[in-house]
């Protein structure tokens, strides 16, 4: 069975521009939590989707934007990225939370 | 904002000693998780605890929790070479409210 994928895995952006990062929950997982990791740090959080549905949101901007679908994947939208936007982007499932969480291997946003 | 604070920030051991890392955090739990991360890869779930326990042991890992004064130990027994990594702790409040994690425990262990 497939751990939590995400894509891509590395991605280099402009400041002004727009992304979007993209997870696959494990199997039978509804729940999605996205969190930010900048170098040197714990992970931030920044949103909770259980069945397509946002649960939870962190203190980050509202130029973050998420979904998840309804095969339980997800997507981040970052707009007018920022510098300080910079960092690894973690993507999380879990069913429910009984064993903690499945991270992905992350997606290392940089911006110039 | 951490919920978490480890302690120390950095830890590092001879193989074979053992290494205890300590999280402090705020508010009330249902449940406190450890995860090991490797080199700003993606984090792995190594144990979580229930407010109601008090110890849990998972191979060479014991974890304990003290809900009254609000802390909880990573024990790692044995180290090895393979222990280096960075060590969280993560706090749930349960429902949907946030799992927030701390700042890390920075694990050296030398062969």
């Known amino acids: 069975d497939a751990g939590v994928t995400q894509s891509p895995t590395h991605l280099i952006k402009t400041r002004g521009q727009h992304v979007t990062l993209r997870c696959s929950p494990i199997?039978?997982?509804?729940?999605v939590s996205w969190y930010q990791q900048v170098l040197g740090q714990g992970p931030q959080f920044i949103f909770q989707y259980y069945e397509k549905e946002e649960r939870g949101r962190g203190n980050f901007p509202d130029r973050f934007s998420a979904r998840q679908f309804p095969n339980y994947s997800s997507e981040l939208n970052v707009n007018a990225l920022l510098l300080g936007d910079s960092a690894l982007y973690l993507c999380?499932?879990?069913?429910?939370?009984?064993?903690?969480?499945?991270f992905g291997s992350g997606t290392r946003l940089t911006v110039v | 904002s951490q919920q978490g604070e480890e302690d120390p920030q950095a830890l590092s051991i001879q193989e074979g000693e053992n290494a205890t890392m300590n999280c402090s955090y705020k508010?009330?739990?249902?449940?406190l998780q450890w995860y090991r991360q490797n080199s700003g890869r993606g984090l792995v779930h190594l144990i979580l605890i229930r407010s109601n326990e008090r110890e849990k042991h998972s191979g060479r890992l014991r974890v304990t929790l003290d809900t009254s004064k609000k802390s909880s130990s990573l024990l790692i027994t044995a180290s090895r070479a393979a222990d280096t990594a960075s060590y969280f702790c993560a706090t749930d409040p349960g429902g949907y409210q946030k799992v927030t994690f701390g700042i890390g425990t920075k694990l050296q262990v030398i062969p």
């Open positions: 199997s039978g997982h509804k729940s």
């Open positions: 508010t009330s739990i249902n449940n």
């Open positions: 999380a499932s879990s069913s429910p939370m009984l064993y903690g969480y499945t």
